[in-house]
């Protein structure tokens, strides 16, 4: 029999953000997909520098299939009348698997230099469906 979220009622995810093997700041917002409308809001955090993270969970349903979602200035984008570099994000999946085996205690290192999608507006239209299903 497999994992399911009964087994994870409450979990940890934490580790650092990277850019081509540096520290980097961003925001990661932590869902339990479901469906867009009716995805479930985890937790945020705004990461500082040092890119060390700590996000805690509980699963609104039986199923979790949890998702980070990372907005990141790591990449060579800007735009062109500021030349100020434009937010992008990164998703990154979280296994169920992995959870159970450490014991609901997940350490990881995220690297989003090779891994990136525009930002506007997806993730900001995203976060306020997000917060209004809270």
């Known amino acids: 029999m497999g994992v399911s979220a009964k087994d994870h009622?409450?979990?940890?995810?934490?580790?650092?953000?990277?850019?081509?093997?540096?520290?980097i700041n961003g925001i990661?917002?932590?869902v339990d997909r479901f469906y867009i409308?009716?995805?479930h809001l985890l937790n945020f955090s705004e990461i500082p520098r040092s890119g060390k993270f700590r996000l805690f969970g509980e699963p609104n349903d039986d199923s979790l299939n949890a998702v980070l979602i990372v907005e990141h200035k790591c990449h060579n984008f800007t735009f062109r009348r500021t030349n100020q570099k434009v937010n992008r994000f990164s998703k990154f999946t979280i296994d169920l698997e992995d959870l159970h085996r450490n014991n609901n205690t997940l350490e990881i290192d995220i690297e989003l230099a090779n891994k990136q999608s525009t930002a506007?507006?997806?993730?900001h239209l995203y976060k306020i469906i997000l917060h209004g299903n809270r």
């Open 28 to 30: 990661v917002t932590m």
């Open 37 to 39: 409308v009716f995805d």
């Open 120 to 123: 506007l507006p997806f993730v």
């Open 9 to 23: 009622p409450s979990f940890v995810i934490h580790g650092k953000l990277k850019c081509n093997g540096y520290p």
